[in-house]
């Protein structure tokens, strides 16, 4: 499925090839929280990274999360590099050089109609503010951290991968 997507103040522009398309996953960590979940939670989606077309790149800054390692005692600079239109901050996209064939845009920058997920998945909710309030379906599935079950396999179990890929 071919995405468009935009910041809030039309500075930015992107399209992006997706063949996992639906907004199920909901992450409640502190950094997708703090910088792109206005609800609490940031969704992100798939995309293929060869077919990320951009407008507006002079308006884009890119934000290397620090990460808490408790059991090290010390913090480092995630290698994921999260893209936000430097005018307005819209949140786009996170692209990691561990998956370099990977795009993760957030769903809250696409402005294609996206497809209504039959689940949810909420991940990361140890990390949870205690504001935020868990509306979870019947199907729905929880998580105090990470699933095994990655965006890819999600998308399969469930029969949704687009069949062009």
């Not at 996170?94 to 370099?100: I, L, V």
């Not at 079950?149 to 029969?159: F, I, N, P, T, V």
Request: net charge negative; hydrophobic share 30%.
């Amino acid at each position: 499925m071919q995405l468009e997507g935009s910041c809030h103040c039309g500075c930015v522009s992107f399209t992006v090839y997706s063949s996992h398309p639906y907004p199920y996953n909901l992450c409640y960590c502190s950094i997708c929280r703090k910088t792109a979940g206005g609800g609490g939670y940031s969704i992100n989606l798939g995309g293929e990274y060869k077919t990320l077309k951009v407008v507006g790149e002079e308006f884009i800054s890119v934000y290397q999360a620090k990460i808490k390692d408790s059991e090290a005692g010390d913090d480092h600079e995630s290698p994921g590099k999260r893209h936000f239109c430097k005018k307005c901050g819209s949140a786009l996209w996170q692209w990691d050089p561990r998956w370099p064939e990977l795009v993760h845009p957030f769903a809250s920058a696409v402005d294609t109609e996206l497809p209504l997920p039959p689940e949810r998945t909420h991940m990361m909710l140890g990390s949870k503010a205690t504001w935020v309030v868990t509306h979870a379906g019947l199907s729905d599935k929880l998580f105090e951290g990470y699933p095994k079950e990655s965006l890819a396999d999600w998308h399969l179990r469930l029969g949704l991968v687009d069949e062009n890929t």
